[in-house]
């Protein structure tokens, strides 16, 4: 599981479609049956997400922070 969070959240992603992503995709490495990932809005802020793998041979979670979007300054 440690992999798997520590791949998540050097993915840089900005959504939690993304976040998904890529834990399914660090998971598919890890082990070959199939895991069910759902990712949750933590209600206390905007910026994380609580992403829980539920399967055969893996439970638990952990917190992702979303990276920024960049802003853009218009001239």
Same mark, same amino acid.
């Not at 992503?21 to 759902?38: G, M």
């Not at 990712?39 to 041979?57: E, I, K």
């Not at 638990?60 to 853009?72: A, D, I, S, Y």
């Given at each position: 599981? $440690? ?8 993915? /840089?992603? *900005?959504? $939690? *479609?993304?976040?998904?992503? $890529? ?9 070959? /049956? ?21 399967? +055969? ?10 990276? +920024? ?7």
């Amino acid at each position: 599981m $440690a992999l798997v969070e520590a791949e998540t959240r050097n993915s /840089a992603a *900005r959504t $939690a *479609r993304q976040v998904k992503d $890529a834990a399914q995709t660090s998971l598919s490495r890890v082990i070959s /049956a199939p895991q069910r990932v759902e990712v949750w809005c933590d209600t206390r802020t905007s910026h994380d997400l609580r992403v829980h793998v539920y399967g +055969p041979d893996l439970f638990g979670g952990f917190t992702v922070r979303l990276q +920024p979007c960049g802003r853009r300054t218009l001239h």
